[in-house]
């Protein structure tokens, strides 16, 4: 049984892209590390919730750890430079994942889930504005996630009130100098002219 499992055993393969942030890097790799989003922006939080996350902020200059899909997006102190802790990042990712390590706990989502709730994510809208908050999460989700995805960050939609949308920027997206080009050029354009009741999108950050 052994020698057929470690002959069909896939090698992790890793690479890196960058990112619109000039502090966050992207760690792409082959293996599905995690079907959905999920943040660390505290060290707490990933010791609770995250081996990987965990284990990367033992490093010094790892400030914050997004795990999503199949890959890793990594936003570094902003006094290291990348062509210091590139290489040593890249090893150690690929090394936790070629030891099957656990990247998520079981239970992540609903604890974050019950987070927002707590938050007051959710809202409580009137017909009209239910209708408006299913077509600009739709055209978000349609449009603009894939884009943000491939730049390795994330969009959440987190409310919609007297014409004004707020979202939610996640990963490499959060604190970057570009996003907020990106929100007012390109997505509040968008979401104004598909839906003309929209006045405004502002961000609050993830």
């Excluded at 055993?9 to 995690?34: D, G, S």
């Amino acid at each position: 049984m052994s020698t057929t499992a470690t002959a069909t055993k896939r090698p992790v393969l890793l690479y890196t892209e960058q990112t619109p942030n000039p502090e966050t890097l992207k760690f792409v790799t082959n293996r599905m590390l995690y079907n959905g989003t999920a943040e660390f922006r505290e060290e707490e939080f990933a010791r609770e919730w995250s081996p990987l996350a965990a284990e990367l902020y033992d490093f010094p200059y790892v400030k914050k750890v997004y795990i999503a899909n199949n890959y890793v997006t990594i936003t570094k102190e902003f006094n290291y430079g990348w062509d210091d802790i590139m290489l040593k990042l890249k090893e150690f990712v690929k090394g936790y994942l070629e030891e099957n390590k656990p990247i998520i706990k079981d239970g992540f989502a609903e604890e974050v889930a019950r987070i927002e709730e707590e938050r007051g994510v959710s809202y409580e809208y009137s017909d009209d504005e239910a209708e408006t908050v299913t077509q600009i999460k739709e055209l978000i989700d349609t449009y603009v996630k894939p884009a943000v995805e491939m730049d390795g960050g994330n969009i959440e939609f987190k409310s919609y009130h007297d014409g004004i949308v707020t979202v939610v920027m996640q990963g490499a997206c959060s604190g970057c100098p570009s996003s907020t080009v990106t929100l007012k050029s390109g997505i509040e354009q968008m979401l104004k002219r598909m839906m003309p009741q929209v006045k405004e999108v502002v961000q609050e950050m993830g």
